[in-house]
């Protein structure tokens, strides 16, 4: 019983680490990062996701935003702009067969690979901090996560929560 769910936490583990986003972080050495508490989206903000996508991951890092200390402001500090790309990437997930034989001091075999599913989709989203004032960036966090295009918006506004927590855990940097 108890080797029961030992193998069952692992099998929950490995399923629910693989779907977790994936982040890289880089910022400007030189910068103070206590002294930004205001923000505002860059003016010429595309995320290249769709407007109700758009509105979504917006709200989680209106919230996320918050969670930091940072307030919205008509005269900000820096300007946050996010955009992302989707792609897709083989699935690594496949079944060898393989068939061999011998005799003597000779054997042959021949073997091959039967892919398990489609191409995995995913988003890889990037946030930019900008130094209003300098206009340069100075911080950037770039999130990497499976994405289902065909998700429910429950699931959907789930994971760009995820995505933008993602990267916001990564602010301010430490040095």
Known sequence: MKFQKVFLFFIGLTLFSCNTPKAVYDYDID???????????FPDFKSGLSQLDENRILASLDAAMKEKGFSTSGNPQIYVN???E???QENRN?????????GGNMGVGVS???PLGGPDNYLQVTFDFIDVEGDALIWQAVVESKFNPGASPEQRKA?????????????????
Do not use: H, R, S
């Open 82 to 84: 996010v955009y992302t």
């Open 94 to 102: 496949n079944v060898g067969i393989g068939i061999g034989g011998g």
């Open 86 to 88: 989707e792609y897709q």
């Open 159 to 175: 994971q760009f929560d995820k995505i933008v927590q993602k990267a916001i855990e990564g602010y301010p940097p430490k040095k």
């Open 31 to 41: 910068k103070n990062f206590a002294t930004y508490t205001t923000y505002a989206l």
């Open 112 to 114: 091959g690979g039967i």
